[in-house]
């Protein structure tokens, strides 16, 4: 239960809430622990990962509590997320809060606590989580009273998986819970500026660059929702004591967002300030994007490999990747278009094409050491698979490539390589 009971009435009081209960069980599991002679009780920390992370906000505030790291969960999912209430909607427009949204945003929710957080916190997120969050939950820690430490890294392109955060956790938690000496990195400075022909680019000065290993820069386009965001990787050159990248975009009225991850000695990593700019309103902006021929800064989660004599795009993961370019030109399918898709696969397959979400078919595919060639018709995506048809490709805004498991048909989709989908105008007379 969150801000509605099941009668559909408002709360009234926070203790109705399923969080508060979970709130109440951490703290008996502690004052458990703590109850234990063999534990030392000054050198208590916690970490909690999804729903866990979520729960540590609230932990945080104990005083029994050295530190805490939160993976994913920084809260804004209540009514934020769930009204899809970006902070970056352009334009932004917040729907009217009943009494018990209110009451559950002024209580419950780990944003609620940040301003009475005692323990040093440590955010641990990918960006395209769809708990996490990303700009969002950054704005915890600008409500965090002075002098308590925290910090935060975003694994760019990721979803539940932090694996290139270096050794962050246990460092963290070393340092503020048992003591260690471990020198923490100051936040760096950093934002969107243009340069003298108009270009957008990322500005980040960071503290400590004798002890820099890799600072890397990451920008994305127009997208407001973080889970739907396409990270694209930004050339940086240091000038001085900054580092500047080129973010250049196709609509100089519409966002473009960047940060940085930067990897110091003994695998600290921290992220920059997640950074937003309107080009137009910076100045007398130029819009100078071009995308990469074979499409790989289009798909989330994909790399460039050759196979067969010809290059093309294989999932990281044996999950879904998408392109939410389709509708943009020149990306945009012409009227009666037909899609060709092409692809490598060794093993027979099926495999699902999503379209603009509720579009679906599935391809069952054989086995091949050459490349193949699917030809498919917009009719051929029906909404949930089987109803109604796609009329038109030109009606397509985001392709969705996903396995699909069956009897002997692998669910790995990385034994797929596909080439950007092309378009081929059909004259049906």
């Known amino acids: 239960m969150k801000a509605k009971l099941p009668d559909g009435k408002d709360i009234t009081d926070p203790k109705q809430t399923d969080d508060y209960i979970w709130y109440a069980i951490q703290r008996r599991a502690l004052s458990y622990l703590m109850a234990q002679k063999e534990v030392d009780k000054s050198r208590i920390g916690a970490k909690g990962y999804s729903y866990g992370g979520f729960l540590m906000w609230n932990l945080g505030m104990d005083p029994r509590v050295k530190a805490v790291v939160a993976y994913f969960c920084s809260g804004w999912t209540d009514f934020y997320r769930d009204k899809a209430v970006w902070l970056y909607n352009n334009p932004y427009v917040e729907p009217p809060k009943s009494p018990g949204d209110k009451l559950l945003l002024s209580a419950i929710v780990p944003e609620a606590h940040a301003p009475f957080i005692k323990a040093p916190t440590l955010w641990l997120n990918g960006t395209n989580d769809h708990a996490g969050g990303h700009e969002r939950g950054e704005l915890n820690f600008k409500m965090f009273q002075p002098g308590v430490p925290w910090s935060f890294a975003h694994q760019a392109r990721a979803h539940h998986d932090t694996s290139k955060l270096g050794n962050d956790a246990k460092l963290w ?231 699909k498991k069956g009897p002997g048909i692998t669910s790995n989709i990385t034994w797929i390589t596909f080439k950007n989908p092309k378009w081929k105008v059909v004259d049906k007379k």
């Open 173 to 403: 938690l070393e340092k503020y819970v048992l003591g260690k000496d471990i020198a923490w990195p100051a936040r760096p400075v950093s934002g969107i500026k243009l340069d003298d022909a108009g270009v957008p680019e990322f500005h980040i000065k960071p503290a400590s660059p004798e002890k820099i290993e890799t600072l890397d820069v990451y920008y994305a386009l127009k997208e407001p929702f973080n889970c739907a965001r396409i990270w694209m990787d930004a050339k940086t050159e240091k000038k001085g004591d900054t580092w500047i990248a080129k973010i250049p975009v196709q609509n100089v009225d519409d966002y473009v967002f960047a940060f940085a991850n930067i990897r110091y000695q003994g695998e600290i990593v921290i992220s920059s300030d997640f950074a937003a700019a309107i080009p137009s309103k910076l100045g007398k902006a130029v819009a100078t994007k071009v995308f990469a021929e074979d499409g790989n800064e289009l798909w989330t989660d994909v790399d460039v490999v050759e196979v067969a004599g010809a290059k093309g795009l294989r999932p990281n993961y044996p999950h879904e990747v998408s392109c939410k370019f389709f509708g943009e030109a020149p990306f945009k399918a012409p009227q009666g278009a037909v899609m060709i898709f092409e692809f490598h696969c060794a093993r027979p397959q099926t495999f699902t094409l999503a379209v603009n979400g509720p579009f679906s078919a599935d391809f069952e595919i054989q086995g091949s050491d050459a490349w193949q060639t699917l030809e498919i018709p917009a009719e051929r995506i029906r909404l949930l698979g089987d109803r109604d048809p796609l009329k038109s490709w030109s009606e397509a805004k985001s392709v969705a490539l996903k396995p």
